[in-house]
Antibody
């Protein structure tokens, strides 16, 4: 059974840093691209970052330069280092596995999320 | 990329059908058959309901169906049931993922 378990969320002051983790199990972690998606309270889903199997990272403009995604295949773990945090980064952060082939791409499994609150 | 446009809410009585639209552009929804739909109950993680516009993962009831015409994708729930009351998000892959604004489905 595929499982993704996020941790590391909490309350942080504006300008501060936080590192999220996602522990994966039930599949060959090293064979899949992984993503972070966030959701502010009462709002929609927003793609935050992705990392390929070779460790190549991708970010939208809203977090580029502030967030760093990484993975440790030996530990079946995904990370998100968040720096220079702003109130607008307050959200539940989900990690998600991507299934992608030559004809198909989608996020098939999601964790339960971890809440990040940026406030003074 | 801008969020895909969905209606804020739709509603229907048990047994009825409801359809949720998802409008994007030729750069996302209209350009690729990589449209997926997610169901989210309050306080829960999103759950994949449809992928590749119209395919259902194992375990998803066949009352959920998807389609696409031009830059607009649609999710139809036939034979609405109480447990279908949730938020639904469309998603398009175009190098990165862009999500819809979300639709609340209410079962009357």
């Amino acid at each position: 059974e595929v499982q993704l378990v996020e941790s590391g969320g909490g309350l942080v002051q504006p300008g501060g840093s936080l590192r999220l983790s996602c522990a994966a199990s039930g599949f060959t972690f090293s064979s899949y691209d992984m993503h972070w998606v966030r959701q502010a309270t009462g709002k929609g889903l927003e793609w935050v970052s992705a990392i390929g199997t070779a460790g190549d990272p991708y970010y939208p403009g809203s977090v580029k330069g502030r967030f760093t995604i990484s993975r440790e295949n030996a530990k079946n773990s995904l990370y998100l280092q968040m720096n220079s945090l702003r109130a607008g980064d307050t959200a539940v952060y989900y990690c998600a596995r991507e299934y992608c082939s030559s004809t198909s791409c989608y996020l098939d499994y999601w964790g339960q999320g971890t809440l990040v609150t940026v406030s003074s | 990329q801008s969020a895909l446009t969905q209606p804020r809410s739709v509603s229907g009585s048990p047994g009825q059908s409801v359809t949720i639209s998802c409008t994007g552009t030729s750069s996302d929804v209209g350009g690729y058959n990589y449209v997926s739909w997610y169901q989210q109950h309050p306080g829960k993680a999103p759950k994949l309901m449809i992928y590749d516009v119209s395919k259902r993962p194992s375990g998803v009831p066949d009352r959920f169906s998807g389609s696409k015409s031009g830059n607009t994708a649609s999710l139809t729930i036939s034979g609405l049931q109480a447990e279908d009351e949730a938020d639904y998000y469309c998603c398009s892959y175009a190098g990165s993922y862009v999500f819809g604004t979300g639709t609340k489905v209410t079962v009357l």
